[in-house]
């Protein structure tokens, strides 16, 4: 990208002091750099310096899109809501999604995916396996009315992203497909400067592995994924399995009941009876909208075992419900259970779901739905019975690896890229189909993959800044050289810049000119800050020594090199940088 600016001009200045309200430092310093300015809750307008970056990673998406054989079209922002109907997703999203109306009083969605339009185009435009695979994409704004919009840009209300959906005729296309995004995704990430690592996720209703997440490990990220050292499993919290140690070979002992006075809790309960509390059973409560395909509310008696806590994502994805909410006291208690001393025992008017682990182990200590007691000697399929029995338990730090055994080690991290093969859910119920090569009638297979253009650029920020500043990895800094002239009453070094600026442009690297009549100190503050990968400081005690301050953002590499030569080494090091960049794996695993 070619394209120079003087500081002067630019619209927006630096700020000495972060903003009151930024949580993360690539908030705070994006804000004080001048790239963003917000203009609501998670909202945004994206300054001159961020709109460069974007550009420039959204060049680099288009190139790695195209090299798997994508079509870039573009979708609207605003659907007409009678698509959303069709698929459910109307009715299945809260508040999150944007709706308004028309003159005419007809539902609008404002888009948060494109999975919709997508399906209907195919419906439209498909008719023979002749004409799949295909694989579109786009770049395009969308909405989510995020209730809780924090840390800028990585959960704004408004963003672009890079979306893409892939057709296919049958299975094996769409792993075809699949494994290319796999392979892309990990590409744009390493070309960006951002370390991510590919882990097993959350697919909704759709069951296992068919879904897989970016992830930036950081710690200021909202997720937590869990991984094994030693095989390389890594999963989503909310989906990660736990692995199952061989259970207790205990004959099933008479049921007894004891009193535990003052024994609520599993810690007080354990303390009381000396037992670990991986020897009780604890008891959930919770209310599940269209469990097990049913529209109504459900009342859910879950069972985890005492040392283990339940992952509401797998138990959705289980009894496959909609949402889970916690049950009240009162409809505790309406179900034949006391909170505190609760068990499964005798209780008739609930879907009870067991963990396999907690199913598993003989002889737990459960309530006996009677204030101040407790029952020994517990077991399923003797004394309660399980509606379902599945893994439920949520993975923790610590926990055994599902594949290999070994602890697995929890870290937090943002979600940066997202793909999930939709299959023929989304074409079944908009009737995509396409007739195979027998004549036959098949529903199309989906694909549907995405990034976050701008949570992107804040991770690429949050990854590479100092205590001074941003330190942009040279494929998606604004500019390539920040020029700072210290002016002169000689005039010579004013001489010198302009030439130079004049020089670097032609040929063709990006100049970032400060030729404000600011201090040194400002002005090196301003470089810093901005984190611009090579300064070029043009002042008169360099030139007596015959040269112009070359001076690396990163490392702090600092040369003195004659004018007559400055642009051959500037473009010598945009090569080098752009190679070490180029040379740095992406970690893919999961
Ligand atoms: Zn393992």
Not at 48 to 60: F, N, Q, T, V, W
Not at 415 to 433: D, E, H, I, Q, Y
Request: proline fraction near 5%; hydrophobic fraction near 40%.
């Amino acid at each position: 990208m070619a394209g120079s600016v003087k500081v002067s001009r630019l619209l927006t200045q630096t700020l000495r002091d972060p903003p009151a309200d930024s949580e993360v430092d690539s908030q705070r310093l994006l804000v004080r750099a001048g790239f963003l300015r917000p203009l609501g809750a998670g909202i945004f307008t994206y300054l001159h310096l961020a709109k460069r970056s974007l550009d420039k990673i959204e060049r680099l998406m288009r190139e790695e899109m195209d090299a798997i054989g994508g079509q870039e079209i573009l979708m609207p922002v605003v659907h007409p809501a009678d698509l959303w109907k069709e698929t459910g997703h109307w009715y299945d999203i809260g508040p999150e999604m944007g709706r308004l109306k028309d003159k005419s009083g007809h539902d609008l969605v404002l888009a948060m995916s494109h999975e919709e339009v997508v399906a209907d185009l195919a419906r439209r435009e498909l008719r023979s396996y002749r004409q799949l695979p295909q694989l579109l994409y786009h770049i395009q704004t969308q909405w989510r009315d995020d209730p809780r919009p924090r840390a800028g840009l990585i959960r704004a209300r408004e963003f672009t992203t890079l979306d893409s959906y892939s057709l296919d005729a049958d299975d094996d296309g769409l792993n075809r497909q699949y494994r290319a995004h796999m392979q892309a995704y990990s590409h744009i990430f390493r070309r960006c400067g951002l370390p991510a690592v590919a882990v097993q996720a959350d697919v909704g209703l759709m069951g296992e592995n068919l879904a897989h997440e970016f992830i930036y490990l950081a710690s200021i990220g909202d997720d937590t994924i869990l991984r094994c050292g030693e095989c390389g499993y890594s999963a989503n919290r909310q989906v990660a399995r736990v692995g199952r140690l061989p259970a207790l070979s205990e004959l099933p002992k008479p049921l007894a009941k004891v009193a535990t006075p003052e024994a609520s809790t599993i810690e007080e309960l354990a303390a009381l009876l000396e037992i670990p509390p991986s020897r009780t059973a604890k008891a959930i409560f919770l209310i599940a909208t269209g469990a097990q395909g049913e529209p109504e509310e459900r009342f859910v008696f879950v069972i985890v075992r005492g040392d283990m806590n339940l992952s509401e994502t797998k138990l959705a994805n289980a009894i496959r419900a909609r949402e889970v909410r916690p049950a009240t006291v009162e409809e505790i208690r309406a179900v034949g259970a006391v909170p505190g001393y609760a068990s499964a025992i005798g209780v008739t008017q609930a879907l009870i779901v067991v963990d396999e682990i907690a199913a598993e182990s003989p002889n737990l200590v459960a309530g006996a739905n009677e204030e101040g007691f407790h029952f020994l000697n517990v077991n399923l399929g003797r004394d309660y019975r399980a509606d379902v029995v599945a893994d439920i338990a949520a993975a923790e730090h610590g926990s055994p690896c599902p594949k290999c055994g070994a602890p697995l080690s929890a870290q937090r991290g943002v979600k940066v890229g997202n793909m999930s093969k939709l299959g023929s859910r989304t074409s079944a119920r908009l009737g995509c189909t396409f007739l195979d090569s027998q004549g036959s009638l098949r529903p199309l297979l989906m694909g549907s993959y995405g990034i976050g253009v701008g949570r992107l650029l804040a991770c690429i920020a949050e990854e590479h800044h100092d205590s001074l500043g941003l330190c942009w990895p040279i494929t998606v800094a604004p500019f390539t050289v920040h020029l700072v002239l210290l002016q002169d009453a000689s005039g010579k070094p004013s001489e010198v810049a302009e030439a130079l600026y004049e020089d670097l442009r032609a040929s063709s690297v990006e100049v970032l000119y400060d030729d404000r009549a600011d201090s040194p100190g400002v002005k090196f503050t301003d470089a810093d800050l901005i984190g611009v990968p090579i300064r070029l400081t043009v002042a008169k005690r360099a030139l007596a020594q015959g040269g112009v301050e070359l001076r690396l953002r990163t490392t702090g590499l600092t040369e003195l090199v004659p004018p007559n030569r400055l642009v051959s080494r500037v473009l010598e090091l945009q090569t080098s940088l752009r190679r070490a960049l180029a040379g740095e794996a992406a970690e893919v695993s999961g």
